[in-house]
């Protein structure tokens, strides 16, 4: 099965309101993540990645947080906008290496008016 | 910078029928190159990556080939496509460990 995987499938949010999106993961030795965001018929665009020797990142309106005690990842989106509207994907980087990453399911961040 | 083109966008083909697809890049050298599907609503199943020219990978057995001629040329092949090889194909692109840089997909249904 998926070693990395999402809570939720939609979350819906009001415009302006923070949102959190979450992710777990099962591959302990796993030392890179990312996020990414897909909109409609597009492929994915990186949002913001983190290192597992840190347990916050933070970027333009999103923040990352690693917690690798539970093997649990986040993304924070703060101030929504309608153009945040998308579906949101955890990867992880598990072998380390060049053999690619492994993806979540994703969460379809829905923004309502 | 570094791009990549995925062609063509859109394709509908018949059952049976061969596929070739194409992801070339530009603005880097020496990358790793991937294939991922995504089915319609799912997360991305890598199916292969090559990290150097004719060095193929393949996460799956399927019914799908690739094959990487040149540095910057990344081909997903089939014989004879059936009704699963339908979704949306993603070339990407990293340099180790790191974020992977995603082309705009091909979306193929298979008919």
């Known amino acids: 099965g998926e070693s990395v995987g999402l809570h939720l499938p939609t979350l819906s949010v009001q415009e302006g309101d923070n949102s959190i999106i979450n992710c777990a993961y099962s591959?302990?030795?796993?030392?890179?993540f990312i996020w990414y965001k897909q909109e409609s018929g597009k492929g994915p665009q990186f949002i913001i990645d983190?290192?597992?020797?840190?347990d916050k990142r933070q970027g333009q309106r999103v923040t990352v947080l690693l917690n690798k005690t539970v093997k649990h990842l986040s993304l924070q989106i703060a101030a929504t906008q309608p153009g945040d509207s998308a579906v949101y994907f955890c990867?992880?980087?598990?072998?380390?290496?060049?053999?690619?990453?492994?993806f979540g399911k994703g969460t379809h961040l829905i923004i309502q008016p | 910078s570094q791009t990549i083109h995925q062609w063509p966008a859109t394709l509908v083909q018949p059952v049976g029928s061969p596929l070739s697809l194409e992801c070339t890049v530009e603005g880097t050298s020496n990358p790793n190159l991937y294939w991922y599907r995504q089915a319609a609503g799912r997360g991305l199943q890598l199916l292969f990556y090559?990290?150097?020219?004719?060095?193929i990978s393949s996460e799956v057995p399927q019914n799908l080939s690739a094959s990487r001629p040149q540095d910057r040329q990344f081909i997903l092949s089939s014989k004879k496509l059936l009704l699963s090889d339908s979704g949306f194909y993603l070339c990407?692109?990293?340099?180790?460990?790191?974020?992977?840089?995603f082309g705009q997909g091909t979306r193929l249904t298979v008919v």
């Open positions: 990407a692109l990293s340099k180790g460990v790191g974020e992977a840089f």
């Open positions: 591959n302990s030795a796993s030392d890179y």
């Open positions: 983190i290192r597992s020797n840190m």
């Open positions: 090559s990290v150097g020219i004719g060095q």
């Open positions: 990867a992880e980087n598990p072998g380390g290496g060049a053999d690619g990453l492994t």
